[in-house]
């Protein structure tokens, strides 16, 4: 039944009163317990009720009023409060009580409080949540400094604590309210978090963003950046501004009743972050409380955010732990930077104005100015951030315009423009566009004038957000080249530091323009063209660039463009104009696309309307040029130019019938007289070009010129020389007869002169060569020149011949070839013969010169040109004797008279001499192939086969080429263009043809070239046909089989050139296996050349010859390659063939070199060793198949691109091979094999892996080889192999490889050592992997474990070379931290015992004797010792130890402990020894209970190798280890252990083993304190008297066993007591005076410290000393009178009232007074000092008669002594005054005492 409200207002009047009747001190307990229930009657329905109720509460309040020590009940009132059944006004008062007792609570209690305030806080009233939160924060201060984590818990243990954490709402809410808090400021830190405004800030700011995305003015604010009336804005002093982050009513919130403190808001914000960090709260909910920490003006706050950033949400790493890319976490993330919009101005109405002032108190202000910093950085991390429109431009405008902002947010803010530009979608971004384009230029314009450093910075950023806008919206650029034109024009005028930028940002815009077209374009050219020739270098850069960017290769104006940056004076800009006129190369993968150049006319009419000079000499009449012009454009961008015009014109499809005469108009332009020589250079070939095309018209053209052409014979450059001399040439097809007969005698009177200092050289070399082309046409009937003015001019170049300057003669000698090209030189003929004109045949013999390059070699290369070639004359080759051929008519016998000169200069020494006289042979032959020429020209030839000038080979192998007959070229070729050589041209020829680039050079159509063929007749064909037999034979047959290098060298290259250039002539189709094998057999010579153009020789014969030899071929070079027997070279050996290459054998005993047969054979004969010969030709034959191995890799590289399919058979016999060829340390094998490799291997990855158990027996095998190179290529090889292996793969193999590499670390060879030293590290990093169960299955990582643990134990540690111990070491301990203890723990007993061996065996065994000879050399041994130790603990091997000992289990102990055992016995050395005892230590320790059932066994091994064992140090490690096993042992075995000590130390005369008994037992009582306790009883006794040894070191540690096991002494005492007697007893009768010493030492000790325990026993001990007194006097035997005169003063009753004589007091004296009779001086001594005492302790009785006699004795004799000058003999005194007067001394105290005692 209900109460009634008259009983409730009753029941409440009694709690009244008794509230009101409770004392002070009384008041919390009541409280405690009536106040909820007092609130809890609220929920009455009475009223009467209700008002009580609240008149109790009134007197409450009244009364804890100032009392803050009163209590409340803080729990209770929460329960109420949280109770379901509590209503609203229930709540609404348990609320403010809950508030009062918070602020009355302890810290630990608020703390313990949070959990209850936060629980479903979510569904409390809204008034009240402010005051929770507000109350949980409060409570939160308790974690400012968190307790220790282990207090804390888990993070899961922690979070449980607080259930609201798992509601989404609760949790929510509680980081509403903490960011408020962690924005929150107190007035005295604003001007922290609030810069000053601008002075005249922006207004334009909103007005952009309002007409930009239509919203709202976020930044139309005050210049404080909120409303000043806490509140308005305003400068005067008043209200309080609102925080940024903040609303003003959020900060009401936050204050509460009134705003805290600094220090309590600090401890309130630590709070919050160390909580959200205990409970493990998610990143991305707690990221905005950890970035507006970091950004706090307070620095405990800001390092707490800073460090929470960096641990919980990794900002600073490349993987952050919050999710950047959540949409809604970024919009949190911009609601923060940006506020909330700012309202509307308010009506004048007053309910409208009302309606205003709330919404201005609740407009929330943007983020302070540091934390829109924090911000920027991650908006540049996130895309979310780049695609949140308009948030985004907000945010960009604000950075810039905001009237707060700062030169960094200004900086970041156009940082994050470019983030947007580049990530932001086209959807989001376009509608944009065009507004962002506007605002940054504006941005540009506006600070233009601006200097300082962040200003500069600024613009950087704006033209890099500019680039970046362009590239994603190019249509706003397209059609307004006017930015553009703002970007070149600001390159002049930016300062270096935005400059850069700028220019990257220009070379970006250029994406934008690409695609332009009509006037936009134009505008784009003009502006390129103004920009080109800017002063400014980056205008100049960026207009080339875009040159070469936006227009398309054939663009005319583009290519002009980029001619005129390659005559710029800086280099980057010339590259780039360089790179502008070179063909653009297609992209990787993307499909090939044709090139296509500008047409010539158009580029050439380009350029001469930029340059109206240029058109004004091409228009001006031919010959009427002013040469003294100066040039238009730089030298440089000339030569660029005149360069691509002639690609442009050789690129034309089609060449016109007549030459370009615009085009010539240029070149002529570029030969005016200031021009640069390699201009002219440059001009007079491409000029040469256009008349070689079009002979006839350009003779026309040019025929009245010829003056002009002329001028350019005497030119510096002999090249123009030559191609002006071509020329003149050419332009003889259009003069008259005369004019070229006089055109002709003119150029002969310059050289023809007798004197010949009256022209210069380059005036005779230039006319000789304009003869010989000039004579050449001539000889055609084109002009028809009369024979004799032809046979003056021979006549006149046979003469120069003999010139003095050699250099004058072989040009000479070239033009007469060139001639000699049109057929038989037109000489005098002594007698009239019959000649038919000169004419030409065609039969061309379509061949190509090899495939791989070579300098000056048949494919077209140069080298350094080296003189002083060596002469013909030395050792000539014997040739077929010509001198009984008779010429066959006379114009025969005058044709070749010239000859002889011609050979005759081939014997120069100059080598550019030697090249051009073979050179004309060559030539004379192949015009006119008769006997007169071709014997003596190919004498001379052959004999440049001594010749070890390369250049000089090639060029006499293209001269027999021409005497062979059928090369491909014509003499049009040679004459009329740029002519080098075959080679050069068959090159050109090739590069320019459309040919597909995989068909070999060999396969190049010659078919267009007009053949050179000698004018023959029936007869003089068949001499050449001779000559041919001849050229076959003698290089075939001598010279590629000589005894000499060089010679064999020669006829490699020649008959390379005739395989090349002739190689489908008839007479050699047959021959093509005969020349494989004389290639196959120079594949093995010594010289690098040979064996390269034999290889190369192969490949030309492969692609000439058919199926069944290419199959022999190949069959022939996969037997080298493989190491195959060579067939037997047909080389006669002579003294001075080069068996070895000079140096590579070192010199002779007494000095030289050891090169030759002749040097070997006599190193040999002066050894007495003739057989040693045969050594050497067995090495020198190895040197010769690796030469064949590396010549033939030459040859199959070239013919594994044709072969094909016909590889297929070789590949898997030949892969492993090729495979550590790669490797060889011979840099010329190595590249060799890696050429073929890579022609034969398509996929080298996946060929690898298909063969890789063969490459891997292939290594393995040739690392045991005999041969060094080929163990030095396979662990190079190896190394390689290895890597990224798996198990499966390796499985079979590892044992192997392991054991050969830990062979080759012991190599014999350096090179070898180290390369397996790079191997070992390889392997020893992959088996750590595969023992890793972290990176491979743990399946697999025992198997491998179990492969190589045991093989580095059993091989490895046990080898007798320190390094492959030290390798087997260092990988096994890297292995155990690697592995994990199921992999391990199979292995753990050999491992430990392994490494406890090796403790010792990898010391420097110096250090042994370092320690015998410690005492001799000053040393103290035993620190030695402890420094070894040390140094062992510290090495791998003690790592390792420490993981056995962390891995061991009870079941690897059963096999580990014997084994353990017997090496302690059986361990040597020092660090052995005391490795076994730590180990064992330390597997005690992590074993615990586990080693129990082993304790006895390591007890017994231990104890009896420490019995055994001299050196402390071990003894010590071993006592240690002893009692670290007792602590687990059973009681028994400890007793034992102790009896075992004890019995040590009463062993006679073994000081060691008292030491060693001192550290059991002082061990075992620092380790096993329990089992010592149960045995102290027998140990105590014996550690009072051992402390008294005479040995320092057992005494002091019998001494710290004494204090550390007794608390009291006199208690210890009379407890060991019963047992002390008997020791001492037995010390002092012992036949050891150490013992006895320590006895009498413990005795006094005991007499001094005995007490009542003491009397007892003071009788036997007395009578045991009286025994002991008489007898020899021993060292130290003074201690047994100190002890007896203890004694005596101890307990001087006891001996007083003894009943046995010979422990009474009377004895005792007696005793003494014995002792002062006796000799010796310290021993007297101490027996007067004894006697004293006994006399004072025996007081009580009379003993003057007894002692005085003899006490008065010593003074009187004293006396004596002094007045007598002789010697004194009476027994009793000793000699020396001091000792004798202390005894008298002594002696008078003793009477003196004694007379008054019995006074």
């Not at 690129?651 to 108009?665: C, F, I, M, R, T």
């Amino acid at each position: 039944m209900a109460a009634t409200a008259q009983q409730e207002v009753e029941s409440l009047d009694r709690v009244l009163t008794r509230l009101a009747t409770t004392e002070e001190t009384n008041l919390e307990k009541v409280l405690s317990r009536l106040l909820p229930v007092v609130i809890a009657q609220l929920k009455s329905p009475h009223d009467l009720t209700r008002k009580k109720v609240l008149e109790m509460l009134s007197h409450v309040n009244k009364r804890v009023r100032g009392h803050d020590q009163i209590k409340l009940p803080l729990d209770a009132l929460l329960d109420l409060y949280l109770s379901e059944s509590s209503v609203p006004l229930v709540k609404n008062f348990a609320v403010v009580y809950v508030e009062m007792a918070m602020d009355r609570s302890l810290l630990d209690q608020q703390t313990a409080a949070v959990s209850k305030l936060l629980k479903n806080i979510s569904n409390q009233s809204p008034q009240h949540q402010p005051i929770l939160l507000r109350l949980a924060v409060v409570g939160l201060e308790g974690l400012a400094h968190p307790p220790p984590k282990h207090q804390l818990g888990t993070e899961e243990e922690f979070a449980a604590r607080y259930p609201f954490l798992q509601n989404a709402r609760d949790r929510s809410l509680f980081l509403g309210f903490a960011a408020k808090i962690m924005l929150y400021q107190p007035p005295a830190l604003l001007p922290r978090v609030m810069p000053a405004a601008a002075q005249n800030p922006s207004e334009a700011l909103g007005q952009l963003i309002q007409s930009s995305i239509g919203g709202g003015n976020p930044l139309a604010r005050g210049p404080s950046g909120g409303s000043l009336s806490r509140g308005s804005s305003g400068g005067a002093p008043g209200p309080i501004p609102t925080p940024p982050g903040l609303a003003k009513q959020d900060v009401g919130v936050v204050e509460g009743k009134a705003a805290p403190s600094v220090s309590v808001l600090q401890k309130r914000k630590l709070g919050i972050l160390n909580f959200t960090a205990a409970a493990g709260m998610d990143p991305n909910e707690a990221l905005l409380l950890y970035l507006i920490a970091a950004a706090d003006p307070q620095d405990a706050v800001s390092r707490r955010g800073e460090e929470l950033l960096r641990k919980r949400c990794g900002l600073d790493s490349p993987k952050p732990s919050v999710n950047l890319e959540d949409p809604a976490l970024i919009s949190k993330l911009f609601h923060l930077f940006q506020g909330s919009p700012e309202p509307q101005a308010a009506s004048t109405t007053q309910p409208a104005a009302a309606a205003a002032t709330a919404v201005a108190d609740s407009h929330v202000l943007p983020a302070g100015v540091l934390l829109q910093s924090r911000l920027m950085s991650l908006f540049t991390k996130s895309t979310a951030a780049a695609n949140h429109f308009p948030g985004t431009i907000q945010v960009i405008l604000s950075c810039v315009y905001g009237p707060t902002t700062t030169a960094r947010l200004k900086q970041q803010g156009m940082e994050f423009a470019v983030w947007v530009f580049k990530h932001a979608e086209d959807a989001q971004l376009q509608p944009h566009s065009a507004t962002i384009l506007q605002k940054l230029l504006q941005l540009l314009n506006e600070d233009s004038a601006a200097s300082d450093t962040p200003t500069l910075t600024l613009r950087g950023f704006t033209y890099q957000a500019l680039g970046q806008l362009a590239k994603r919206s190019p249509q706003l650029f397209q059609k307004d080249s006017d930015i553009a034109a703002q970007f070149f024009s600001a390159l002049s005028v930016e300062p270096p530091g935005v400059r850069a930028a700028l220019q990257e940002a220009v070379s970006t815009l250029a994406s934008a323009y690409k695609d332009c077209s009509g006037d936009a374009a134009a505008r784009i050219e003009q502006l390129l063209l103004g920009s080109i020739t800017s002063p400014q270098e980056a205008s100049r850069l960026c207009s080339a660039q875009w040159a070469n960017r936006l227009f398309p290769f054939q663009h005319v104006p583009a290519r002009y463009i980029c001619m005129l940056a390659t005559g710029d004076a800086k280099l980057e800009i010339r590259e780039e104009g360089q790179g502008g006129l070179n063909p653009p190369k297609p992209q990787p993968g993307a499909p090939q696309v044709q090139v296509t150049y500008p047409p010539l006319a158009a580029m050439v009419a380009y350029i001469q309307s930029r340059h109206a000079a240029l058109k004004q000499a091409a228009n001006s009449p031919r010959g009427s040029m002013d040469m003294t012009k100066q040039l238009p454009l730089a030298p440089k961008a000339y030569l660029a130019l005149i360069a691509f015009l002639r690609e442009c014109r050789s690129k034309q499809e089609a060449q016109p019938d007549a030459p370009p005469q615009e085009y010539l108009g240029i070149l002529e332009h570029a030969m005016v007289k200031d021009a640069p020589g390699e201009l002219h250079v440059a001009a007079i070939q491409a000029m040469l070009e256009v008349g070689g095309d079009h002979p006839h018209p350009f003779a026309a053209l040019y025929q009245g010129h010829l003056t002009w052409l002329k001028a350019f014979l005497s030119h510096t450059d002999a090249t123009a020389r030559d191609a002006a001399g071509k020329l003149c040439g050419i332009v003889m097809l259009a003069v008259r007869p005369s004019q070229a007969e006089t055109f002709l005698t003119d150029l002969t009177s310059a050289f023809a002169d007798q004197d010949l200092k009256k022209h210069k050289f380059e005036l005779q070399d230039g006319h000789l060569a304009a003869t010989g082309y000039v004579l050449a046409q001539s000889m055609t009937g084109q002009p028809a020149i009369s024979r004799e003015a032809q046979q003056q001019a021979t006549t006149a170049l046979s003469d120069a011949l003999t010139h003095s300057q050699h250099a004058l003669a072989a040009t000479a000698a070239a033009a007469l070839g060139h001639a000699g090209l049109r057929g038989a030189l037109p000489l005098p003929q002594p007698t009239p013969a019959s000649s038919s004109p000169p004419h030409e045949k065609d039969s061309s013999m379509d061949v190509v010169p090899p495939s791989a390059k070579r300098p000056r070699s048949p494919d077209g290369g140069t080298t350094t040109t080296q003189s002083g070639g060596a002469s013909a004359g030395n050792g000539a080759v014997e040739v077929v004797d010509s001198s009984e051929a008779a010429t066959s008519d006379a114009a025969s016998a005058s044709d070749t008279s010239v000859m002889p000169k011609i050979v005759a200069l081939m014997k120069d020494k100059d080598v550019k001499v030697v090249q051009k006289a073979a050179t004309a042979a060559g030539h004379i032959c192949a015009g006119h192939a008769v006997k007169g020429n071709l014997d003596p020209a190919l004498e001379g030839l052959f004999a440049l086969g001594f010749n070890k000038n390369e250049d000089v080979l090639f060029t006499v192998g293209e001269a027999l080429c021409f005497a062979f007959g059928g090369v491909p070229v014509s003499a049009d070729i040679v004459l009329r263009s740029s002519f080098l050589s075959i080679a050069t041209w068959l090159n050109s020829k090739q590069a320019s043809s459309a040919a597909d680039a995989s068909e070999g050079p060999q396969d190049m159509d010659t078919d267009s070239a007009q053949p050179l063929t000698a004018s023959t007749s029936g007869e003089a064909g068949s001499e050449q046909s001779a000559a041919q037999d001849e050229i076959i034979k003698k290089v075939m047959q001598e010279l590629v089989f000589h005894s000499r290098a060089e010679v064999r060298c020669a006829g490699c290259v020649w008959l390379l050139s005739l395989v090349s250039y002739t190689g489908k002539h008839p007479k050699l189709m047959p021959l093509l296996p005969e020349i494989q094998e004389a290639f196959s057999h120079l594949l093995g010579d010594q010289n690098e050349l040979t064996q390269e153009m034999a290889s190369r020789g192969m490949s030309v014969v492969y692609s000439l010859g058919d199926e069944s030899a290419q199959k022999q071929l190949l069959d022939g070079l996969m037997g080298v390659l493989q190491g195959g027997a060579r067939k037997k070279r047909a080389v006669k050996l002579t003294g001075e063939t080069q068996v070895f290459e000079e140096g590579s054998m070192g010199e002779a005993p007494g000095g030289g070199s050891l090169s030759t047969y002749k040097e070997l054979c006599a190193l040999a004969t002066d050894m007495g060793q003739p057989d040693l010969v045969y050594r050497f030709m067995d090495l020198a034959n190895h040197h010769a198949s690796l030469n064949s191995s590396r010549g033939a890799a030459f040859g199959f590289a070239s013919i594994a691109k044709l072969a094909g399919e016909q590889l297929g058979p070789y590949i898997a016999n030949l892969v492993p091979k090729l495979y550590r060829y790669q490797y060889d340390p011979n840099a010329r094998v190595r590249d060799s094999m890696s050429h073929i490799w890579r022609a034969l291997v398509a996929e080298p990855k996946k060929t690898v892996d298909e063969h890789f158990g063969a490459i891997l027996k292939e290594l393995l095998k040739e690392m045991g080889g005999r041969l060094w190179r080929n163990r030095e290529a396979s662990c190079n090889a190896l190394s390689d192999l290895l890597q990224g292996r798996r198990w499966p793969e390796l499985k079979p193999w590892l044992s192997d490889i392991w054991s050969m590499v830990l062979r080759a670390v012991d190599d014999i060879k350096e090179s070898v050592r180290a390369a397996a030293a790079v191997l070992v590290k390889t392997l020893r990093n992959l088996t750590l992997r595969l023992c890793d169960p972290q990176v491979t299955p743990p399946g697999e990582a025992g198997e491998a474990v179990g492969l190589a643990l045991p093989l580095m134990l059993e091989k490895g540690v046990t080898s007798q070379v320190a390094e492959v111990r030290g390798l087997a070491l260092d990988t096994i301990a890297k292995m155990v931290k690697a592995a994990g203890p199921p992999q391990i723990q199979p292995h753990l007993a050999d491992l430990s015992i392994t490494m406890l061996e090796s403790l010792s065996g990898m010391e420097d065994s110096r250090l042994n004797y370092v320690e015998q000879h410690a005492e001799r050399i000053g040393l103290d041994s035993d620190k030695l010792e402890s420094l070894r130790v040390s140094a062992s603990k510290a090495s791998p091997m003690g790592d390792t130890l420490d993981l056995c000992a962390r891995y061991a289990d009870s079941k690897t102990l059963e096999e580990m402990v014997p084994k353990l055992c017997g090496l302690v016995k059986r361990g040597i050395g020092l660090n052995t020894r005391t490795g076994c005892a730590r180990f064992i230590t330390a597997l005690t320790t992590r074993q615990g209970a586990d080693i129990k059932p082993h304790t006895a066994a390591f007890i017994k091994a231990l104890v009896t190798a420490a019995r055994a064992e001299k050196s402390t140090t071990v003894q010590r490690a071993y006592a240690q280890a002893a009692a670290t096993v007792a602590k687990y042992s059973s009681e028994a075995r400890v007793a034992k252990l102790v009896e075992e000590a004890v019995s040590m130390y009463t062993t006679p005369g073994d000081r060691e083993a008292r030491l060693l008994s001192s550290m059991i037992i002082r061990e075992l009582q620092k380790q096993a304190a329990e089992a010592f306790a149960g045995q102290a009883s027998q140990v105590m006794p014996l550690a009072f008297i051992a402390k008294s040894d005479e040995d320092p070191g057992v005494g002091g540690l019998w001494g710290e066993i004494w204090e550390e096991g007794t608390t009291s002494l006199s208690a210890a005492l009379r407890l060991y007591m019963p047992d002390l007697v008997p020791l001492i007893t037995a010390g002092l009768t012992s036949q050891q005076w150490g013992q006895k010493k320590a006895a009498a030492k413990s005795l006094a000790d005991l007499a001094e410290a005995g007490g009542d325990a003491l009397p007892p026993h003071t009788p036997t001990l007395i009578s045991t000393i009286l025994q002991e007194l008489p007898g020899r006097l021993w060292e130290g035997k003074e201690g047994m009178l100190a002890a007896l005169a203890a004694l005596c003063k101890a307990a001087p009753q006891a001996v007083m009232s003894s009943s046995q004589p010979s422990s009474s007091s009377e004895a005792v004296v007696e005793a003494l007074m014995t002792a002062l009779a006796r000799k010796k001086q310290a021993y007297r001594q101490a027996a007067l000092e004894a006697l004293q005492v006994v006399l004072e302790a025996f007081s009580q009785e009379d003993h003057f008669e007894a002692v005085a006699g003899p006490l008065l004795g010593t003074p009187l004799q004293h006396t004596q002594a002094a007045s007598s000058s002789t010697q004194v003999s009476h027994p009793t005194l000793v000699s020396g005054g001091q000792g004798f007067k202390s005894q008298t001394q002594q002696s008078l105290s003793c009477l003196h005492h004694l007379v008054g005692m019995v006074t």
